[in-house]
T-cell receptor, first 112, second 112 residues
């Protein structure tokens, strides 16, 4: 999992509540990503950020928000507007030289 | 945008035999093709990648082949071992594009 940490590993949320997933990296990578993983659907991109204070929507951004105030941190907020938030969430980072993406260990979010 | 299809979705192989997983992509401008291995409850890890100026790349028991004309690439694992059991994802990216597009994954099971 390299130098990427995600916390917590398991997260439970009641319907209607917002929740924030943490992602921190000490690899000095410029780009960071959030993916959602559902069974049989692979990894789908939620948001990504190439530099501090800038981020772009991915393919399934609705119901999610992010911030990138520090190079090392890229938290993801799952809002109550996300209709089906139960999933495995993966954070990744990549250096500016367009090499491989390194993934964190993931956070499994369950909505009760 | 890019679309990546991956087959098969599940694959069972006798220990010691070879396994082959195939992916096709739609964007002829894609030029970077990584393969990731994901063990249960963990984040994906890069196992091998290939760029479009190369037709084949090998790393011990793992090899990847690329056919640019047909727009498909394959992962080959020889002399399979129980620890090869995992979910494998292919992906594609256009150089200069920060986003990876992933296939839907193949669950590989090695039968002892």
């Amino acid at each position: 999992d390299g130098g990427i940490t995600q916390s917590p590993k398991y997260l439970f949320r009641k319907e209607g509540q917002n929740v924030t997933l943490s992602c921190e990296q000490n690899l000095n990578h410029d780009a960071m990503y959030w993916y959602r993983q559902d069974p049989g659907q692979g990894l789908r991109l939620i948001y990504y950020s190439q530099i501090v204070n800038d981020f772009q929507k991915g393919d399934i951004a609705e119901g999610y928000s992010v911030s990138r105030e520090k190079k090392e941190s890229f938290p993801l907020t799952v809002t109550s507007a996300q209709k089906n938030p139960t999933a495995f969430y993966l954070c990744a980072s990549m250096p500016s030289s367009y090499n491989e993406q390194f993934f964190g260990p993931g956070t499994r979010l369950t909505v009760l | 945008g890019e679309n990546v299809e991956q087959h098969p979705s599940t694959l069972s192989v006798q220990e010691g035999d070879s396994a082959v997983i195939k992916c096709t992509y739609s964007d002829s401008a894609s030029n970077y093709f990584p393969w990731y291995k994901q063990e249960l409850g963990k984040g994906p890890q890069l196992i091998i990648d290939i760029r479009s100026n190369v037709g084949e790349k090998k790393d011990q028991r793992i090899a990847v082949t690329l056919n640019k004309t047909a727009k498909h690439f394959s992962l080959h694992i020889t002399e399979t071992q129980p620890e090869d059991s995992a979910v494998y994802f292919c992906a594609a990216r256009n150089f200069g594009n920060e986003k990876l597009t992933f296939g839907t994954g193949t669950r590989l099971t090695i039968i002892p």
